[in-house]
């Protein structure tokens, strides 16, 4: 049996005793579906904590590889198709041969109950860590395929546009869209930016959308940061520039390069039109970062970043998720599995104003891990 080792972090803004090899946590906590409580008494007056909810994202056609992450929201239009607010996303990168850039499926994961399939698309595929939504109803993922798990048959890939049914209504393919390694998505009703870090050519892009309850159109597309180191790499098919944050208050994207291992910022991102290159670097810190790969935003105005343990590996801090400001000051970090290269994608979403959900991937493992934590 693991150790327990204990030790403090701040993922929400708050300071919170964690035990590792369970993640248990000694505040006042939202106790598990099933949980019972005596008369008059709620969630938040309990003293025992809820266990932390770990889920396999492997499907029933064998996918495995989990990347992308991302939360249905409160204003996405789910009509009477399978997705209610709350759930998770996942997309998945391998299939059941564990062959990179083969995966074609989507996991939702309900707030209670089992894993279920909600897209499965037609290889090759490859959903990367690029998935999102969009509020009229629709779900966004990246693709990098390839033909035979290796880098040297990898292709350009796809933006592609699923409705709330789970089905594939519109693909998208540019010259933007040069490996789409992940993306953010700026929704604003009828209109929305998708970014995109480019795993091919280290580029960042920016595509504007127009939409409508009947899908997307796009209006034009724009390079908007490049100059990102990026290689193939066996153990990880690329090492590029991943993960991205966009900052709405200040029109700020923050990007987590991998080769690189740092976290830069790119200014007017809604603006831009052309690249001055990869912008400013926020974030370097070779004690803690190890591959910068995924980000999220939490409530707290937090950047947290993962490592994917490639690049700078250090095996006494394996598969970290890295808490930082947006001003480069380390914070906290916690590991998602006890052994290198297990943590990938990740998102946060704000429940209320007293709880939000942590939402990480475990490669090694396929599954997610499901923090519930408090605000105040």
Known sequence: MQTNRTVRYAVAGLAIMAS????????NHHLSSGARFGRGATAEDSFLPSPVRSVSTVPTNGDVNPYGVAFIQNNFLAGNGPLQHGDILVSNFNNKNNLQGTGTTIVRIPAAGAPSLFFQGTAPLGLSTGLGT???????????????????????????????????????TSTQING??????????????????????????????AVTLSGLTKLDHYTIASGFRHQPDPAALFDAPTGLVYDRNDDRLFIASTLDNAVFVVHQASKRTTSDGPGDIVYTDNTQLHGALAMAEAPNGHLLVTNNDV????????????????????????????????????????????TAILAAVDDNTASITIWTLPLN
Request: aromatic share 8%.
């Open 180 to 209: 789409p390694w992940d993306m953010t998505v700026a929704d604003n009703g009828d209109r929305a930016s998708v970014y995109i870090a480019n795993a091919l050519d280290g580029t960042i892009s920016r595509i504007d959308f």
């Open 311 to 354: 690049i700078n590996a250090d095996p006494n801090q394996p598969s970290e998720i890295v808490e930082f400001t947006k001003q480069g000051e380390f914070v906290k970090e916690i590991p998602v599995d006890p052994n290198l290269g297990g943590s990938f994608g990740l998102a946060v979403n704000k429940e209320s104003d007293n």
């Open 134 to 172: 969009l509020q009229y109803g629709f779900v966004l993922v990246a693709n990098l395929p390839t033909l035979d798990g290796t880098s040297a048959t990898a292709a350009r890939g796809s933006l592609l546009v699923i409705n709330n049914q789970g089905k594939l209504i519109q693909t998208f």
């Open 20 to 27: 590792i090899s369970g993640l248990s946590f000694g505040q």
